[in-house]
T-cell receptor, first 110, second 115 residues
Framework: GDKVKQSPSALSLQEGTNSALRCNFS?????VQWFLQNPRGSLINLFY???GTKENGRLKSAFDSKESYSTLHIRDAQLEDSGTYFC????????????FGGGTRLTVRP | EAAVTQSPRSKVAVTGGKVTLSCHQT?????MYWYRQDTGHGLRLIHY???????EKGDIPDGYKASRPSQENFSLILELASLSQTAVYFC??????????????FGPGTRLTVL
């Protein structure tokens, strides 16, 4: 099965609303990165997490290594938040490599 | 923030031909990586390198070779390109430090089409 499973696979939000994306890990994740892939295809770093939480503007992310999951919360969604969000985990048993989830495609509607 | 560049940005290759994708980073990062992304999917690791003149196999290395001639440069080589290797290829770099160990920074990607 998938080592890093993201949910939901797709999401449509009204502008100004809130949502949460989730990643579940079946590997011994020690760190997590969240990326936004914009419509041009570029990967933008959002968060790098050890166990704990981080916040940046309207985005907040948490990583619980014991329960093997991470979340990304989007508050007051804006049109420019549209794109595909990826989480990626570093496996503590496999060195400095990332395993990616399948992504959540987010569409923000006016 | 790491600056990672890739060349070419897009390429059309013929089946059976040789393709070389190049990656250059300017932030003195030790580690470099090659990933591929198929349409509608996440990235998968092909090869990576911890130090110049040494490469390691990732999760999907078959059909690919890698070369790390210097700290700044990392190439991905397809000796005999196949249709199944049509994808977008991303290079990344990282370096362990006390603030954000191993945080990876990605290049803009190379779109490869094999016909």
């Amino acid at each position: 099965g998938d080592k890093v499973k993201q949910s939901p696979s797709a999401l449509s939000l009204q502008e100004g609303t809130n949502s949460a994306l989730r990643c579940n890990f079946s590997i011994a994740a020690t760190t997590v990165q969240w990326f936004l892939q914009n419509p041009r295809g570029s990967l933008i770093n959002l968060f790098y997490l050890v166990p704990g939480t981080k916040e940046n503007g309207r985005l907040k992310s948490a990583f619980d290594s014991k329960e093997s999951y991470s979340t990304l919360h989007i508050r007051d969604a804006q049109l420019e938040d549209s794109g595909t969000y990826f989480c990626a985990a570093e496996d503590g048993n496999a060195g400095a490599k990332l395993t990616f989830g399948g992504g959540t495609r987010l569409t923000v509607r006016p | 923030e790491a600056a990672v560049t890739q060349s070419p940005r897009s390429k059309v290759a013929v089946t059976g031909g040789k393709v070389t994708l190049s990656c250059h980073q300017t932030n003195n990062h030790d580690y470099m990586y090659w990933y591929r992304q198929d349409t509608g999917h996440g990235l998968r690791l092909i090869h990576y390198s911890y130090v110049a003149d040494s490469t390691e196999k990732g999760d999907i290395p078959d059909g690919y070779k890698a070369s790390r001639p210097s700290q700044e440069n990392f190439s991905l080589i397809l000796e005999l390109a196949s249709l199944s290797q049509t994808a977008v290829y991303f290079c990344a770099s990282s370096t362990p430090d006390w603030v954000s160990s191993y945080e990876q920074y990605f290049g803009p990607g190379t779109r490869l089409t094999v016909l």
